[in-house]
C-alpha cells in the first residue's frame, strides 16, 4: 500500500537556526513528489514538485532534495514568516491519479 | 487572476439533508480534486477527475459523489451527510495530474 510518512509532527526554532523537515514515503513506482505550505485557515499553496531520485530545488531559504525512499525540505536561517503547516504529497506509477498526503510538519519559527 | 473558487465558505447542516459543495477554476485545468482535512489524519483525496466526464475514487470516497460535466466545474455532492463528515474541504486543480495543485480556500462544514 502506498504510504507517506513525515517527521517531526511539530518543530519550534529559534529565528537562523536551520534544520530539514523528513518525508518518507513507500510507493511502487514514484511519478511525483510534492511540497506545499499551509497557512491556518488557507488551502495549501506549491512551493516544489520532485520527479527522479537525486533532484533538488530551490526557492529562497527552501531546498528540497529527493532520494529513492525520502524527501527532505532543508530551511536555511528561517525567519518568523516561514512559519506554517509543511505537507508532502507523493503520486505513484501504479495508483492511477491518485494523489497521497502525509499529515504535515508545524513549522515554529521564534523571533 | 488565476484560481479556484468555493462554495459555501462555511456550511453547518443536518445529518440527512442533502447538500452541494460548488468548485470552480478559471485554468483551464484538466486535473480536479476534492479533499477532506481532519486534524492529524492530514490531507485525504476524496475524488479526483482527469477531464469532463471522467472522474474516480480516492482514498475515502464513501458517502460522497462528484460529477464532471463541464471542464471548470467539480461540484462535490453529499446526498445523506452524516456527523462524520464534519470537515474542512478542499478542492484543488492542476493541467495534469502530476503538475502542481492549486487550491481553492476551503469549505468548512459541520453536520449535526
Known amino acids: 500500500e502506498d504510504q507517506v510518512t513525515q517527521s517531526p509532527e511539530a518543530l519550534r526554532l529559534q529565528e537562523g537556526e536551520s534544520s530539514s523537515l523528513n518525508c518518507s514515503y513507500t510507493?511502487?513506482?514514484?511519478?511525483?513528489l510534492f511540497w506545499y505550505r499551509q497557512d491556518p485557515g488557507k488551502g495549501p499553496e506549491f512551493l516544489f514538485t520532485?520527479?527522479?531520485a537525486g533532484e533538488e530545488k530551490e526557492k529562497e531559504r527552501l531546498k528540497a532534495t529527493l532520494t529513492k525512499k525520502e524527501s527532505f525540505l532543508h530551511i536555511t536561517a528561517p525567519k518568523p514568516e516561514d512559519s506554517a503547516t509543511y505537507l508532502c504529497?507523493?503520486?505513484?506509477?501504479?495508483?492511477?491519479?491518485?494523489?497521497?498526503f502525509g499529515s504535515g510538519t508545524r513549522l515554529s519559527i521564534r523571533p | 487572476e488565476a484560481q479556484v473558487t468555493q462554495n459555501p465558505r462555511y456550511l453547518i447542516t443536518v445529518t440527512g439533508k442533502k447538500l452541494t459543495v460548488t468548485c470552480s477554476q478559471n485554468?483551464?485545468?484538466?486535473?480536479m480534486s476534492w479533499y477532506r482535512q481532519d486534524p492529524g489524519l492530514g490531507l485525504r483525496q476524496i475524488y479526483y477527475?482527469?477531464?469532463?466526464?471522467?472522474?474516480d475514487k480516492g482514498d475515502v470516497p464513501e458517502g460522497y459523489k462528484v460529477s464532471r460535466k463541464e471542464k471548470r466545474n467539480f461540484p462535490l455532492i453529499l446526498e445523506s451527510p452524516s456527523p462524520n463528515q464534519t470537515s474542512l474541504y478542499f478542492c484543488?486543480?492542476?493541467?495534469?495530474?502530476?503538475?502542481?495543485?492549486?487550491f481553492g480556500p476551503g469549505t468548512r462544514l459541520t453536520v449535526l
Open positions: 477527475s482527469m477531464n469532463v466526464e471522467v472522474t
Open positions: 504529497a507523493v503520486q505513484a506509477v501504479s495508483s492511477a491519479s491518485k494523489i497521497i
Open positions: 520532485l520527479y527522479s
Open positions: 510507493v511502487s513506482g514514484l511519478r511525483g
Open positions: 484543488a486543480s492542476s493541467y495534469r495530474s502530476h503538475n502542481e495543485q492549486f
Open positions: 485554468m483551464n485545468h484538466e486535473y
